[in-house]
Structures are given as C-alpha cells and as structure tokens.
C-alpha cells in the first residue's frame, strides 16, 4: 500500500496547526484591508474637524470666492488687520491676506497660520481663487456666449475596444486584461516562491535533524519527497481560499461599519497601478458607467483564466517545489543552499518581468517562447491569458509544463534520495548529475 | 535456519567501492553483531537490508524468500544518526511513524500505551520533542524503533550518545525482545557490549568481511597460548620461584591477594594443558590456572591493524 496519503495527512496537519500558519493566515487578511481602509477612514476622521479660515480682503473684491463647506468656514474681516493681530489671535486655522488686485499683482495672496497648513489646503485656496479670476478674466473679454463656446469645445472621447473572437466580437479593455494578468501573474509568483521555499526548508530540516534516515526506513525516499510536495501545495491552497474569504468578508465588513466605498475604491486603485505598471490607458476600465464595465468585464473569459490560473499553479509549483525539495536535500545548511538558489531566482525574477512587459506585447516574440518554456510558461502564460490566447497555444503550453513537472519530480528525486542522506560537504552541480545517473 | 541472509553483496559509489562481495548470515533469534571501523561500509549494508539503498549484485534473504520492499514494516530501524520532528508532540510523531510502519490506528494506540507506560513517560504523550531533554528524546527513538514489534531489528551503534542510565536500559529490553523471539543485529565499534550480548559476529573492513563466526570460537581460534597461574608464596618458596624453560615461558610475575602470580605463554602449541601443569608443578605449589582468551577489543585491533589481506 502507498503510504503517500499517509505522509500528506500528517504533514499537512502538522503544517495548519503551527501557531505560525494561523497568525499568518489570519493576520495577512486583516492587515491588508486595514492597509487598503486606512486612509479612507483617516480621511472620515478629518472631515469631522471644522476649520475656522478667517479672510482679510483689503481690497473688498473678492467677498464672493470662498464659501464655508464641510471642511472649512470661511470668515470675512474687511477691517485692516495687523499681522500683530493675527499673531495674537490663535483660533482661526490660517488667515488669507490679500492686499491687491491679484489681476494685476498674482503675488498678493499670503497665506498665515499658527501651525503649518496643509499641501491640501493651500491647493484648495489657490485654486478656488484661479477659478474666480479665470472667470473674471474671460467676461472683461466681454464676448457674448463666451463660457458655453469654451464648454462645447472641451471635448471628451469614449473610445470602445472590440476585439473580433469566432463566438462573436466581445468589448475589451486593455487596461482591465493588464489588471487582470498582472494579478494572476503575481499570484503564481509568490506562490511558488513562499512555498517551493517552504518545502526546501521542509527538507533541509528533515535532513539536518536526522529524522530522515527513520522516515525513509519506512516510506521510499520518493514517496516522502511527493508527500511533502503535496501537502505543503495544499497547505498553500488552504491559506488562499481563507485569504480569499477572509478578504472579502472583512472587505464588506469593513465597507458596512464605515460606510466607505472600499472595494470599488480598491478596484479602481488597483486599476490605477497598473495604468503606471503596464502604461496603457486604462480609461474605459474606471468608466463610471456601469453598464460599460459590465460588457468589458464580459469581455474577459474568467472562466477561462481561473481554470489556467488553477492548471498552471499546480503545473509551476509541482516544478519548482520538486527543484527546492532537490536543493534542501543536498545541502546541509541554509548558507549552502545560495549557489543553487540563485540560478532559480533569477530564472523566476526573468519570467516576472517578461510577464510584466508582456502586457504591452503580448503577441511578441518573447512572450511567446516564454509562455512555452516551463520554467517561465505559469507566469508569462497568465499575462497574455486575458488578451487572448488561441486554445491549441494553451493546451501545447500546458502539455510541455506538465511533462517537465513530472520530468523534474523524477530528477529531483534522483538527487533526493542521494542527498538525504549525504552530509558534510557541499555538492557540486557536477556530483548533482552524478547522482541523478545512481542506480536505486 | 537464518532470519536475514545478505549474499555476495556489492556496493560501488562513484569512486569508492562500499561493500565488495559481503555476505553475513543472521540465524533466527540471535543478537548478531556487525563490527568495523568507521567508513568500513556496516551502515550501507544495513541501509541495503533496509531498502533505502540497493545493491549493484547480490541479494538479501529474508526468512528464506528474496527480500521485498515491503519488508520493512517487519524490520525496526534506529539508525546512528537519529532524530525526530522538533515540532510534533511525542505522541502523534510515535502514531505517524508506527502507522507508515504499516500499524492501524488503534493498535498503534494500544502501543503507544503499553510503551510510554512500561518507560513510567505517559505524561510525555502531549510534550513536543523539542521539550524533551536528550535523554528522554533516545527513549523515544527506542519506542519508535520497537513500537511494531519487528521481527529484526536493526540497531546501529545503539549505545553511542546514551548515557549509561539509557544503554542500561536499552541493553535490557534488547535482551528482552530476544526472548520474545525477535532477531537482532547490532553495529558497533564498542566492543566490551558485543562481548556481553552477541552470539556471532561478522567484522568487516575496508569493505570486506575479514572475521565471522561465533563469538567464543573466534576467541578462541584468536587465543595467544596464554595462562594465568597462581601458586603459594611463603618464606620457603621466593615470589619468583617459576622459571621459564622449554615447555612454557614466563611473560610477568605479579602478586594478588597473598598469592604469587604468573603469566606463562606456552613454548610449542602442541604442548597439552595436562604437560603444561605438570611441568609447572615441578616448580611450586599451583593453585589455580587459568586460560586467558583475548577479548574482542583486542582481535578487533589485531585484525583491522593488520595490512588487509584479499585472501581473508
């Protein structure tokens, strides 16, 4: 009988139970909507706070530009003011002195305060007053229908994207399939970084604490190298799906105590990273109009992207967990493991920033080679998925990376059951391929 | 009948030959030990009965038929270097090794009982490993090794890094699980445990087998033709009355509780016991004679130092 289930049973147990794992799965979550509701609540907390603006307008020409609102209650004193007075008088905010036409003389605003004034407030004097004069300035033109002849020429485009598709032409939106492949992308990128790692680490304690000469008078060195593949793969499956939940029902948690627009409000700064990530426009993504989004979002076979993002997670993660579990067998210590970790870091960084660049090409020449290479194909494959990709490209891109993890479980496991084993001194690649040629 | 035969075995690493055409024969129900130098190939050898390594020719033999893979659920193991799972509690790291062992859950239960009781370390069960001191971490190893109840077992240098309380302990249950029927090899340099508790031996090095047999027919096949004799010593006889002549020679006197010792080698093998009393008896008032057999530690040393011989 297999005792795979057996090994994947208590190591997966023994994984979800650390006081670690539980702090980590549950921590993650509430950080990270509490980093995405701070500033909104931030911003809830400051509007509460009234502050008193007292204006001094010496010249009497502009009582009508500054009217109170949430945040600010303007005052008007028209009577000349010293600025010994103002020193003295510590309740308004700030005070705002004009001592001029600003037509004629733009330098004739100052600003004084107690404590230092705000980047916003200042924006918000400057501009209200900018607003006035601009209007002030085009009626001395005195030309009839001048504002509406400005309006009508402020022109405002609403390009649509189709994108022709055999089952019927479907609305698109650049900006969203970057949004979305960059996000697949990068889940596969940690995911096989945090727990190829984790089953390296796995590993290299088993062998270092010498329980694994026990272990494989038990199991075969294969079946315990699967094992801990596995379960370390669904150990990492479980922590998402309880992300994933965690995060949406703390999101709308959060969303109804305060009353903040938080997911949509994430969304759109999600969308607004990636317009400076991918540098395409992203305009019709954050178009209010729902219904719009609603066809774009349509556009894009999400069906379609969460079975490859599922097919390729497992694909890219059975290869470079099998690549970690071979390194954490053969070194004896975590300062060993760096000559052979860099080769896969940097092969794991490359395929990150082609899938990055991708997004702007994602039918070029690179992509393409990269999204059939196994070690690249599960990062730059997710790019190029919500721009479209023809079937037979995905089916051949998947064939290829599931051979390879099946090739490299074999390999790996070749030099795992060496290195195991083996103590003292480290191994050269040369020795490495030695191994993979023993004889059981 | 032999529980475990290994035949003409073979191991070759890349440049270095392991085991080089090694057979040991283990009969049912005895304590079997395999002796030799570090590096000698006795770990790769147990690592074959095993089955974590294979052979490049030769086979293992168990009760009579070929030895499969999953015979190992029979065998108990606990290997030099040894360890367990920092993190686990005693007792689900006793219940995951004992079931990948091949034991249901319950009877693993039943064991898991029965041992931390016997060892009075119920109290333990919820401790995690990594709160045990190192003593009490080799009581579990032992539990691990045995909670199948094997019919071999499989014990490599067992006493190193016990303290003497433990080796005490485990020499006991050793010769306790004998009784109960189980075949046991044991690998170790300390040689005054083989002569306590073997029956046979095989001793290899620089991996060849250069010594097997029973314990007392190679102590006495090495024996160096030396007696010890006692006699009186009293005014009329001087301490060193017993003189060396062609019969027999004297190697050192000595004097222990108000009687003269001597230590003699015989001149000529073929020279009985009998002769060699009786010329002695010419020369003082005997009281005991006695043959010195070398100890193991001593034909380890005699047999390892010596240039290694293809023919041996």
Request: glycine share 6%; with cysteine; proline share 4%.
């Amino acid at each position: 009988m297999s005792k795979i289930p057996l090994i994947i049973e208590s190591e997966y147990m023994s994984r979800v139970r650390k006081k670690s794992f539980l702090i980590m799965t549950i921590l993650t979550p509430v950080l990270m909507v509490l980093l995405c509701s701070v500033p909104a609540m931030l911003t809830l907390f400051d509007n509460s706070e009234m502050r008193q603006v007292t204006i001094v307008d010496q010249t009497g020409l502009y009582e009508d530009v500054y009217a109170s609102d949430d945040e600010y209650t303007y005052t008007y004193l028209n009577s000349e003011t010293t600025t010994e007075q103002m020193r003295s008088d510590e309740e308004p905010y700030a005070y705002i002195v004009i001592t001029d036409n600003l037509l004629l003389k733009p330098n004739a605003m100052t600003i004084y305060s107690h404590k230092q004034t705000t980047a916003s407030f200042e924006i918000e004097v400057e501009s209200k007053m900018e607003e006035y004069l601009h209007d002030v300035k085009l009626a001395s033109y005195d030309i009839p229908n001048l504002q509406q002849i400005i309006e009508e020429s402020n022109v405002r485009l609403d390009v649509s994207s189709i994108r022709f598709d055999e089952e019927g032409d479907t609305q698109t939106s650049a900006g969203l399939a970057t949004a979305v492949g960059m996000i697949s992308t990068f889940l596969i990128y940690i995911f096989l970084f945090a727990y190829g790692g984790m089953v390296m680490n796995s590993v290299m304690q088993e062998k270092t604490n010498r329980i694994v000469e026990v272990m494989v008078s038990s199991v075969k060195p294969f079946d315990l190298m699967i094992g801990k593949i596995i379960s370390v793969g669904l150990v990492g499956l479980t922590q998402i799906g309880i992300w994933v939940i965690l995060i949406i029902g703390l999101g709308i948690g959060v969303s109804l105590a305060f009353g903040l627009p938080l997911l949509s409000g994430e969304g759109a700064d999600i969308m607004a990273q990636t317009q400076t990530m991918g540098g395409t426009d992203t305009t019709t993504a954050i178009d209010p109009d729902m219904l719009d989004m609603m066809q774009t979002f349509a556009g894009i076979d999400f069906t379609m992207i969460i079975i490859c993002l599922i097919l390729y997670f497992i694909g890219g993660y059975v290869l470079y967990a099998s690549l970690f579990a071979a390194i954490g067998s053969a070194v004896d210590n975590e300062a060993d493991t760096n000559q052979f970790m860099i080769p896969i870091t940097f092969i794991i960084l490359f395929a990150f920033y082609v899938g990055i660049f991708s997004a702007e090409n994602p039918e070029g020449g690179l992509a393409w080679w990269c999204s059939m290479i196994p070690f690249t194909s599960p990062i730059v494959m997710m790019v190029r998925i919500p721009f479209g990709v023809a079937v037979w490209e995905i089916i051949l891109s998947l064939v290829i990376l599931f051979a390879s993890s099946l090739g490299m479980t074999w390999v790996a496991g070749r030099i795992y059951r060496v290195g195991i084993l083996l103590y003292g001194k480290k191994p050269s690649y040369k020795e490495l391929f030695k191994w993979i040629k023993y004889k059981a | 009948m032999y529980y475990l035969e290994a035949k003409n075995i073979v191991k070759q690493y890349a440049s270095h030959r392991a085991l080089d055409n090694v057979t040991v024969q283990v009969p049912e129900n005895h304590i079997y030990g395999l002796l030799g130098p570090n590096g000698a190939g006795k770990t790769t050898l147990i690592r074959i009965i095993n089955h974590i390594t294979g052979p490049d020719s030769g086979e293992v033999y168990i009760n009579g038929r070929l030895s499969i893979p999953s015979d190992v659920e029979h065998i108990g193991y606990l290997p030099e270097e040894r360890g367990l799972y920092k993190k686990m509690k005693v007792g689900e790291q006793l219940m995951y090794l004992a079931r990948l062992k091949g034991l249901t859950r319950n009877d693993a239960k039943n064991q898991i009982k029965h041992w931390l009781n016997k060892f009075d370390i119920a109290d333990w069960e919820k401790k995690k490993v990594e709160e045990l001191s190192k003593g009490m971490q080799q009581k579990i190893q032992f539990i691990a090794t045995v909670i199948h109840r094997p019919k071999l077992l499989i014990f490599d240098e067992p006493f190193s890094g016990f303290d003497p309380v433990n080796a005490n302990l485990l020499k006991n249950e050793i010769l306790e699980l004998r009784k109960e029927g189980a075949t046991i090899i044991f690998s170790t340099h300390n040689m005054g445990s083989v002569e306590e508790i073997c029956d046979e031996i095989t001793l290899i090095n620089r991996s060849r087998v250069v010594l097997q047999g029973e314990i007392n027919a190679i102590r006495q096949a090495h024996k160096k033709h030396l007696f010890k004799v006692t006699y009186k010593a009293d005014e009329t006889i001087p301490a060193q009355t017993l003189h060396s002549n062609d019969i027999y020679h004297v190697m050192e006197y000595g004097q222990s509780s108000g009687y003269n010792t001597a230590i003699v080698r015989k001149s000529d093998k073929a020279t009985t016991n009998n002769e060699l009393i009786t010329a002695m008896m010419r020369e003082c008032q005997l009281a005991t004679f006695e043959e010195i057999l070398p100890s193991m530690n001593e034909i380890f040393i005699d047999t390892v130092g010596e240039p290694v011989n293809p023919e041996a």
